[in-house]
């Protein structure tokens, strides 16, 4: 049986997995879900209205800015987003964040071998 993370235990780093993709460059929803899923390998798709959601709440508290791009190729219409320098600040207090939270929860998971 295939494993898979629960968005309940992800729910709160959803903002750092989108700010990840977006420090490279910038991108747009359907782009950033199929990367979540290839680098997850596949154990934590996140669901469309959780990444819109995401991204709306990021815009408002100026983590990210959206633009439009029309692709010169297909003349496919999408809303890019981008980091803005506040966006890179709070990816790196998330990441020193979930450095602390993860020595505290390993504190608390038993290695299976030693039960």
């Not at 469309?48 to 959601?53: A, R």
């Not at 010169?72 to 964040?97: F, L, M, Q, V, W």
Request: hydrophobic share 30%; proline share 3%; aromatic share 14%.
């Amino acid at each position: 049986m295939k494993q898979s993370i629960s968005s309940d235990i992800i729910r709160g780093y959803n903002d750092t997995i989108i700010l990840f993709f977006l420090r490279e460059a910038p991108s747009y929803g359907y782009e950033i879900s199929k990367k979540i899923r290839q680098l997850s390998e596949e154990k934590y798709v996140i669901k469309e209205t959780t990444l819109y959601s995401a991204f709306t709440r990021m815009e408002k508290n100026g983590y990210i800015e959206s633009y439009p791009y029309q692709d010169p190729d297909t003349g496919k219409r999408r809303t890019y987003y981008r980091i803005t320098d506040a966006g890179r600040e709070y990816y790196s207090s998330r990441c020193r964040e979930w450095a602390l939270t993860k020595e505290v929860i390993e504190r608390f998971i038993a290695d299976e071998e030693r039960v």
